[in-house]
C-alpha cells in the first residue's frame, strides 16, 4: 500500500506589502464603518425629525468643549475599559464572559460592605482593603462560573449570564437589608467612610485616582498577553486548542484562569465605580457597561492594544449622547443604536474582505 | 528507552494491552490499517491521551497518569498525522509555531518575559536550516503547503533533541523531496541515539526506515517482523487479520 504522492508546486512567496499598505487595510474597515453607522443613524434622526448636524455635534463634541465633559469621558473609561478587558481576556481562549455586570456589581458590593464597616480607618488603609475585596467578589463570582466550566463542562456563557441576576439580589440584599440607606431614595448602601473615598486628580472638575489603576491594569494586560509564556499560551490555546494541548498547553486550565482573571477585572470596576464616582453601591449603577464592554471587545477584536483605545471612543459617545438629549432631544438612546450599527458594519467589512481576497486569490 | 505496555480507550477500547518495547537509536515500525487504533496508539505514546490502564516508561520513569508537559520535558516528541489540525496554530505565525511548547524554556525569557526578538531570530535560522518555505517568519503557518507545515513541525520537535519521536504518517500527502527530507531527519535522529516510533500506512515507507516492525489489527499487536523479513504479502495478510497461526 502506498499513500499517494501529491506533487506541490512552490508557491511563490508574496512580496511582503509596505507598512503604509498595511495600515490603510488595517484601518480601512473602521473608518467605513464608524461613516457608515453615523449615516444610517443619521437617517434615522432626520426620520424622527431632530436636527441631525446638531445631534452628531453634539456627540461628538462634548467631551471636549467642556473640562466637565472630558472628566465625564475619563470617568466613563475606567469601567467600560475593564469590562471590555474581563470580556477579550476570555474571549482569547474561546471563552465568553457575559457576566461583567454580576462581577461588577458583586465587586461592587463587597467594596462598599468594606468602606461601611471599616469607614473609621485611614484611606492608606482602606482603599486597598475596598479595592482587594471588589476583586476578590469578582474571582469569587466568576470563580464559581470558571469552576462549573472546569469541572462539569457547564456552558460558560448561561453561568456568566445566570449569575448577573444572581448579583442583583446580592446588591439588593445589602442596600436593603444589611447597610440600606432610607434616605437615599434608590436601593442604596450608606455611603462609605471618608477613607474609602477616592481622590481627584486634575480639574475641577477632576477624574478620581481610580482611573490610574484602571490605565496600569490596562498596561498589564498589554504587557502578560503579548510579552509572558501566559499570554502565549492563552493565545495558542485560543487559536487551536487540539494543537495547544499536544503541545503540552492545559488549554481547560487556562480558560478556567482567564475566567477568573476576568472576573477580577470586574470586581475592580465596581470597587472602583464606588470609590470613585457613587461613593456606595447602588441599584443599576451597572448601567449598561457589560453590553458596552462586550461590544468594545468585539470592535478591538479582542486586542488588548486597543480596547483602551475603543473604550475611550465609546465612551465620548457616551457622554456625548446624554448631552444631546438635552440639547437637540434626541433620545440618548440613539447612540446605542450608533454603537450597534459600528459594529454591524465592521463585522459585514470582514464578510466583504474575505470576499474579496478570495476574487483576488 | 525501555518498554512499554499500553490500553486505552475513546469511550470504546481502541487498544487491547498493547505491548511496545523501542530501543534507543531504533526505529520500529507500526503497520497497520488505517482506524486499527494508530491514532490512539499515537497519542497515547505522546501522552496526549490519558492512558486507561497499563503504563508507558521512558528509561524506566513511568509517564502514564502524568500531564502532556511532563512528557514533553522528558523528551518525547509528536509529530501528529493531522497537521492542520494537531500540528499547528494556523493563524499564528511560523515563530510562534516554532516556539509553541517551549515558551516556557529559560533560553527564551529573561525577567518573565519572552524575548520576542531572541525567539525571531532562531526561527529565522530554523526556517533557514529546514528549508521552510515561508513568506517570512511573520507569516501565517496555517498558509504554508502541506510540505512546509511538516517541516516545521519537524524542526520544532527536533529543536527540543527529543529521546522519543512519535510520527504518525509523516509523509502522507507530501511531495517527493518533502518526502525523503522527512526520512533524512527521521534516520538523522535514529543515529543520534533517539528512539523512533514509525506509525504508517505506507508499507514502503516502513520498509525503508523501520528496524523492526509490528503489525497493529484492531487494536491488537498481531505480528513482529524483523528488518530482511518484509514479505509485503505476508504482512498485507497481518494487517488484514489473518490470524499467523490459524
Known amino acids: ?361 | 528507552m525501555s518498554g512499554l505496555v499500553a490500553r486505552n480507550d475513546q469511550g470504546v477500547p481502541a487498544l487491547h494491552g498493547v505491548d511496545l518495547a523501542v530501543g534507543a537509536g531504533e526505529v520500529l515500525g507500526v503497520a497497520g490499517v488505517a482506524g486499527n487504533g494508530q491514532v490512539e496508539l499515537a497519542e497515547v505514546l505522546a501522552g496526549v491521551r490519558p492512558v486507561h490502564a497499563g503504563n508507558v516508561a521512558v528509561d524506566g520513569a513511568d509517564l502514564a497518569g502524568l500531564p502532556t508537559r511532563q512528557w514533553l520535558d522528558t523528551g518525547v516528541a509528536y509529530v501528529p498525522e493531522d497537521r492542520h489540525r494537531d500540528g499547528i496554530l494556523g493563524a499564528a505565525s511560523v515563530t510562534d509555531n516554532l516556539l509553541l511548547g517551549s515558551q516556557r524554556d529559560k533560553a527564551h525569557r529573561r525577567g518573565g518575559l519572552i524575548q520576542w526578538r531572541r525567539v525571531r531570530e532562531h526561527a529565522v535560522a530554523t526556517i533557514d536550516r529546514y528549508t521552510i518555505k515561508t513568506p517570512g517568519p511573520d507569516a501565517p503557518a496555517g498558509n504554508l503547503s502541506g510540505g512546509n507545515i511538516q517541516r516545521l513541525i519537524l524542526a520544532r520537535a527536533f529543536d527540543r533533541e527529543p529521546s522519543v519521536l512519535v510520527l504518525q504518517n509523516p509523509t502522507r500527502g507530501l511531495d517527493l523531496r518533502s518526502a525523503r527530507f522527512v526520512y533524512e531527519r527521521v534516520q538523522e535522529a535514529r543515529d543520534r541515539g533517539c528512539a523512533v516510533v514509525l506509525i504508517s500506512e505506507d508499507l514502503d515507507e516502513l520498509s525503508l526506515l523501520a528496524d523492526r516492525m509490528v503489525v497493529l489489527y484492531s487494536g491488537r499487536i498481531v505480528g513482529e517482523r524483523r528488518r530482511g523479513d518484509y514479505d509485503a504479502y505476508a504482512l498485507g495478510r497481518l494487517m488484514a487479520g489473518v490470524q499467523e497461526t490459524a
Open chain 1, 1 to 361: 500500500m502506498t499513500s499517494p504522492v501529491l506533487t506541490e508546486p512552490d508557491a511563490v512567496a508574496p512580496a511582503a506589502p509596505s507598512l503604509a499598505a498595511r495600515l490603510l487595510r488595517g484601518l480601512l474597515p473602521y473608518v467605513l464603518a464608524l461613516v457608515a453607522a453615523f449615516l444610517v443613524s443619521g437617517v434615522v434622526i432626520a426620520a424622527l425629525g431632530y436636527d441631525v448636524v446638531g445631534a452628531f455635534r453634539t456627540i461628538l463634541t462634548t467631551s471636549f468643549r467642556t473640562g466637565f465633559g472630558f472628566t465625564e469621558t475619563l470617568t466613563k473609561w475606567v469601567p467600560l475599559a475593564l469590562l471590555a478587558l474581563g470580556f477579550t481576556i476570555p474571549l482569547a481562549v474561546g471563552r465568553f464572559n457575559i457576566g461583567g455586570e454580576g462581577q461588577l456589581l458583586v465587586g461592587a458590593t463587597a467594596a462598599a460592605g468594606v468602606g461601611i464597616v471599616y469607614a473609621d480607618l485611614p484611606m492608606a488603609a482602606l482603599m486597598p482593603l475596598l479595592i482587594v475585596a471588589g476583586v476578590l467578589a469578582g474571582v469569587v463570582w466568576a470563580g464559581i462560573a470558571a469552576f462549573l466550566m472546569g469541572r462539569f463542562g457547564v456552558n460558560e456563557i448561561l453561568s456568566t449570564v445566570l449569575l448577573n441576576f444572581v448579583s442583583f439580589q446580592v446588591l439588593d440584599y445589602a442596600a436593603t437589608e444589611v447597610w440600606s440607606d432610607p434616605a437615599a431614595g434608590v436601593a442604596a448602601t450608606q455611603r462609605v467612610g471618608e477613607g474609602a473615598v477616592l481622590p481627584d486628580i486634575g480639574g475641577p472638575p477632576g477624574v478620581h485616582a481610580g482611573i490610574l489603576l484602571a490605565g496600569l491594569v490596562a498596561l498589564a494586560t498589554i504587557v502578560v498577553t503579548r510579552g509572558t509564556a501566559a499570554g502565549f499560551e492563552l493565545r495558542a490555546a485560543g487559536t487551536n486548542p487540539r494543537a495547544a494541548g499536544i503541545n503540552g498547553i492545559r488549554v481547560e486550565k487556562v480558560a478556567v484562569l482567564a475566567l477568573i482573571v476576568g472576573g477580577a477585572l470586574g470586581g475592580l470596576a465596581g470597587a472602583l465605580e464606588v470609590a470613585g464616582v457613587h461613593g456606595r453601591a447602588l441599584e443599576g449603577m451597572q448601567s449598561n457597561f457589560l453590553l458596552l464592554g462586550i461590544i468594545i471587545g468585539l470592535i478591538a477584536r479582542g486586542s488588548a492594544l486597543w480596547v483602551p483605545v475603543v473604550a475611550f471612543g465609546i465612551a465620548i459617545l457616551e457622554v456625548g449622547a446624554s448631552s444631546m438629549q438635552r440639547t437637540v432631544g434626541v433620545p440618548a438612546e440613539m447612540v446605542l443604536i450608533i454603537e450597534a450599527l459600528i459594529l454591524i458594519f465592521l463585522l459585514l467589512s470582514d464578510v466583504i474582505a474575505a470576499r474579496l481576497t478570495r476574487r483576488v486569490a
